[in-house]
């Protein structure tokens, strides 16, 4: 059968199918006649309800299905048969004017668009790469035994100062009105270490058990709490207890304590050398993944469907949705989310997977078994029981196919790079970290 098929925009089609009046109503007749023989209706026994009823009660909905059925059949044989990409789902409509014994129906569409990549070795990427230092893992040490240190009774008439976990009483006004969390009592925290602003941290310091000090304090402009973000308080404080932190000795109980098989300074050093490298490695890929995605949108010409960024802004707010529902705020459902503030993600979105697409198909870049398996076991690798991890993985058809994606992104940015003008660029520990001690 020819399959007529016109063009109305760039990447929107339009067809017309057909479909003869005497197969829609032999299966609206077969399946009310199956229908019959089940239905229960109040009077009836069941399967003894006349076909006359069953057609008065069904006939309109089961009609509505087999159209529906039929002519979804119809537009997807006729796409298959003008080797069309279909994007997102066709609008039809039922046409007038049809021959007798025929219903027609148009069904507007879009296809997915031709990708154009240009020269790949015209292509700009900078490549970065890292190293773990000695120093790195000296930090990392520090952090282990901050978090497992003990506290102990200052003596008495001793200053607050750095290092030490004060517990006090505080009072804060803004305008001399007190503010939602600017009270709290027996409130402790370690002084030195960030955990308070800078101004409520240095009145602190200084202080001895059972003095009371007033002192203001002004909000940055970007602090979290918005009602008292950008101004000035004046608050209270009262020390109320004072004790010295004493950090664990870095030796071979230390090392035992965190689990350390041999249970030596030198296999600690080595197993967080091993994590931090392992940390490296995954924030390197991320960067250079980013950098070769980035190069590659710059490289690609194509038009977008709107199907498909239309869809992927529904994902992604009804992913924002689920979010805010696991934050606890309640009627989600109802909240107004406007579609504008995803559509600039999503359009990059749709754009990158259609150019990703592209590249794979064309350079053979699939995710082999070896490869998913490999991918999985390294990301095992930092479990206690990497063996309960791989199964894990392995369970799930869904959680191996976020592997697999993972290893064609690995492929391309492989494939990519190979092929790109590359400038080596060598970060420091801290900067690809992002200055944070979170490596403990």
Not at 345 to 367: C, F, M, Q, S
């Amino acid at each position: 059968m020819a399959v007529n098929v016109e063009t109305l925009d760039k990447l929107e089609r339009k067809m017309t199918l057909t479909l003869p009046v005497d197969t829609i109503r032999g299966e609206v007749d077969a399946r009310l006649r199956k229908l019959a023989r089940t239905v229960r209706m109040d009077g009836f026994r069941p399967g003894k309800v006349p076909m006359s009823v069953v057609q008065q009660r069904y006939g309109y909905s089961v009609q509505y299905e087999v159209m529906n059925d039929k002519v979804g059949q119809a537009f997807y044989e006729a796409a298959n048969e003008a080797q069309l990409r279909v994007a997102g789902q066709p609008t039809i409509t039922e046409k007038d004017g049809a021959p007798e014994g025929q219903l027609a129906f148009d069904a507007v569409f879009e296809v997915f668009p031709e990708v154009k990549i240009a020269d790949l070795s015209t292509a700009e990427i900078e490549k970065a790469s890292a190293d773990v230092s000695d120093e790195a893992i000296d930090r990392t040490i520090d952090i282990l035994r901050k978090q497992r240190r003990s506290f102990a009774q200052r003596a008495q008439g001793s200053a607050a100062d750095d290092g030490d976990r004060v517990t006090v009483d505080f009072a804060g006004k803004i305008d001399g009105e007190p503010f939602d969390g600017g009270k709290a009592d027996d409130f402790q925290f370690v002084v030195g270490e960030g955990q308070m602003l800078k101004e409520f941290e240095d009145a602190v310091r200084g202080m001895k058990v059972g003095e009371s000090k007033t002192f203001p304090l002004a909000f940055p402009a970007d602090y979290p709490g918005q009602d008292v973000a950008g101004k000035s308080a004046d608050f209270m404080v009262t020390l109320k207890n004072l004790e010295a932190g004493h950090l664990p000795e870095v030796n071979e109980a230390f090392a035992k304590s965190l689990g350390v098989k041999d249970a030596t300074v030198e296999a600690l050093r080595a197993d967080i050398r091993k994590n931090l490298e392992r940390e490296v490695k995954f924030r390197l890929n991320a960067r250079n993944k980013q950098a070769v995605m980035d190069a590659l949108l710059a490289k690609a010409e194509l038009d977008l469907p709107k199907a498909s960024v239309q869809a992927e802004v529904a994902r992604m707010i009804e992913s924002a949705r689920a979010d805010l529902k696991a934050r606890g705020m309640k009627d989600v459902e109802k909240l107004p989310i406007p579609e504008d503030t995803f559509r600039p993600e999503a359009e990059r979105r749709v754009r990158l997977g259609l150019v990703v697409a592209e590249l794979v198909k064309a350079n053979d870049l699939v995710a082999k078994p070896d490869q998913i398996k490999a991918q999985v076991e390294e990301m095992a690798a930092s479990y206690e029981k990497p063996e309960e991890v791989v199964r894990y993985y392995y369970a799930d058809p869904k959680r191996l196919a976020d592997v697999e994606a993972m290893v064609i992104e690995n492929n391309v940015t492989e494939h990519v790079i190979g092929k790109a003008k590359v400038t080596e660029k060598q970060l420091a520990f801290d900067d690809l970290m992002g200055n944070q001690d979170a490596q403990g």
